[in-house]
């Protein structure tokens, strides 16, 4: 069972003797509402989850600061960082406008987050994501998502709620 498309396109390349059993189901999706009702958006992007490497969490602020008309933007990042040098290396982005909370959070206290910005940022790698559990838990949080032009973001982004990005 996959719950992208990619999934099934992934399948065929690497095992094509097992594609007939391939079964696409999206992904399913459960309303989360937040903690506060404040629907005041103090924040450009919320990247959430834990921080890993793999998502470019850092190249995308690299992104940001290289770029002057970038700078402005508020960022809030949310998620325990285990890694000491992936840690140090994110704690050199963070200014007044990019926050980092170093912490765990339940999914309401997430949702909370959420409705305290603009959109819901994935930045993750390409060769990394197939699907996303928090990409439905962000549409149950009724946030507008951008995130790759892969995988389910790619098969979400008809929908007016879910923009993509090319690398």
Not at 22 to 49: A, C, M, R
Not at 124 to 142: C, H, N, Q, R, T
Request: net charge neutral; aromatic share 14%; with cysteine.
């Amino acid at each position: 069972i996959t719950h992208s498309y990619a999934g099934i396109d992934f399948i065929k390349e690497r095992y094509p003797q097992c594609s007939s059993k391939v079964s696409y189901i999206i992904h399913p999706v459960q309303k989360i509402t937040p903690k506060t009702l404040d629907k005041e958006k103090k924040y450009d992007f919320l990247i959430w989850g834990s921080i890993q490497p793999y998502k470019g969490i850092l190249q995308f602020l690299k992104y940001v600061n290289d770029s002057n008309e970038m700078r402005s933007l508020k960022i809030l990042i949310v998620g325990k960082c285990m890694d000491k040098d992936y840690k140090l290396e994110l704690n050199s982005y963070l200014s007044e406008n990019i926050i980092h909370y170093d912490d765990y959070f339940d999914i309401e206290g997430i949702a909370n987050f959420a409705s305290h910005a603009k959109f819901t940022l994935f930045t993750y790698k390409p060769e990394f994501v197939l699907s996303s559990g928090s990409l439905m838990d962000a549409i149950g949080m009724d946030s507008i998502i951008i995130g790759p032009n892969i995988g389910a973001f790619k098969d979400l982004s008809s929908y007016n709620f879910v923009k993509t990005y090319n690398f």
